[in-house]
Every structure is written in C-alpha cells, then in structure tokens.
C-alpha cells in the first residue's frame, strides 16, 4: 500500500479554467504538506496541515490557491483560475512526527499540472 | 534566507564508476541536511540525512555523504554506480528552528551509462 496517493497524475488544463488536485495519504499521519516543482528549478514549500488545521501557509503563491484537509485525512490543492506559471508539479508528502527531520517524509509521486 | 545549490543539473557517467554530486547551502542558523532521490514516475525517497555527530553519513544504495560546516556543503558519493542509479537527486536541508519545512534544490539528474 503506498504511503501517499496522488490523483491525477497528470492534467492539462486551458488557463482561466480550475483544477483539482487529490492527496490520499495513509492513516495516522497528522502532518501533511504540498510542495510544488516548476520547470525544473527547485522544489518549493506551500503549505503544511495539522490534521485537519493550516499550520504553515507562508508557501502559497496567491489567493487563486485553496488547500483542505477535510477530518484530517485527505487534502486537496484547488488553483482557481489557472495561470501559465501554474504548471509544475505538485507533491504531496506526509510525517509522522512534528516535521521531517526524524522520520523523514513520505513522498507522493505527484501531479504534473500543464496550463496551456 | 535559507537556500540550497545543486551545482550539476546533470551527470552523465559510466557504469562502475565513482560519482559524486555537489550541494552547497546557504543558511545563518543550523540546518539539518538530506539527499533525497526520484526514480521516474515516483515520489521521492530517503537516501540518508545528517542531524549531527559524524559528518560522514550512510545511506541506502551505498551513497553517502559528507557535511563540511565550514564549506556549507554536503556532497552525495557512491564508489561504483549501477544503471539502476539513474535518477534525479534532490539535496534538502531543514532549519532547525522550523523543522516542518525543507528547502530544496532544483536536482540532479544523473544518468548512468552502459
């Protein structure tokens, strides 16, 4: 079973339009986050749940983007309306404990979102 | 500001050959540091982190990797790759006043040759 499921893995989209992004991760993780990686530069932070609450939303480009965490188990990315700079790909990652330092992340294997 | 450099995008190498890929990072407190490798069409994995003691850390596939504080480096090494090393590999670091967000480098690819 993997840790983390990412829906879907891929999507293309015309700009304007709006788009979903689903994380699925394994029970028992409070701490979940999203990063996203544009056009081959680095992988940068957006956002990081408690449960069900935003811990850290310092990462989030803009107010087009809204993340959930419904009951604290799966999340979804929203970006509405899409832009061009909206394409990347997004990742999921999930800790056990209180940050990635210990136990490392559970990485999803990502959604690759193209705005055309 | 925290930032991490991978200064390779890519690393093109022979089979059996030693390789090593460079991370630099920049940072004004303590950081702890990571490798982490994707494999196409999957999520990142692990390959070894250093939280302290000894500046040579060991990792899964037999990579490892050295932290040199007063260099701000941490370089990824294996003595002999495998085909099946081929991958993009993602130096990270983590501060150590907010442990719940990693700043990452933009990856190297490394592709192993026959």
């Known amino acids: 079973e993997a840790g983390v499921t990412q829906f879907p893995s891929h999507s293309v989209i015309e700009k304007g339009q709006t788009v979903t992004l689903r994380c699925d991760p394994i029970?028992?993780?409070?701490?979940l986050y999203w990063y996203r990686r544009v056009m081959g530069k680095e992988i940068k932070f957006l956002l990081h749940?408690?449960?069900?609450?935003?811990?850290?939303e310092s990462g989030m480009p803009n107010n087009r983007f809204l993340a959930e965490r419904t009951g604290g188990t799966y999340s979804t990315l929203k970006v509405q309306p899409a832009e061009l700079e909206d394409s990347g790909v997004y990742f999921c990652?999930?800790?056990?404990?209180?940050?990635?330092?210990?136990?490392?992340?559970?990485f999803g294997s990502g959604t690759r979102l193209t705005v055309v | 500001a925290q930032s991490v450099t991978q200064l390779d995008s890519q690393v093109p190498v022979f089979e059996e050959a030693p390789v090593e890929l460079r991370c630099n990072y920049s940072?004004?407190?303590?950081?702890?540091l990571f490798w982490y490798v994707q494999y196409p069409n999957q999520g990142l994995q692990l390959l070894l982190k250093?939280?302290?003691?000894?500046?040579l850390v060991k990792g899964i596939n037999g990579f490892e990797a050295e932290f040199n504080k007063s260099q701000t480096s941490f370089h990824l090494r294996k003595p002999s790759v495998h085909i099946s090393d081929t991958a993009e590999y993602f130096c990270?670091?983590?501060?150590?006043?907010?442990?719940?967000?990693?700043?990452f480098g933009s990856g190297t690819k490394l592709n192993v040759k026959p």
């Open positions: 990270a670091v983590i501060v150590r006043y907010n442990f719940n967000k990693f700043y």
């Open positions: 990652a999930i800790s056990k404990g209180a940050g990635g330092y210990d136990y490392g992340y559970t």
């Open positions: 749940f408690v449960k069900e609450s935003k811990q850290d």
């Open positions: 250093y939280l302290s003691g000894s500046t």
């Open positions: 940072s004004s407190v303590s950081v702890y």
């Open positions: 029970s028992g993780h409070d701490n």
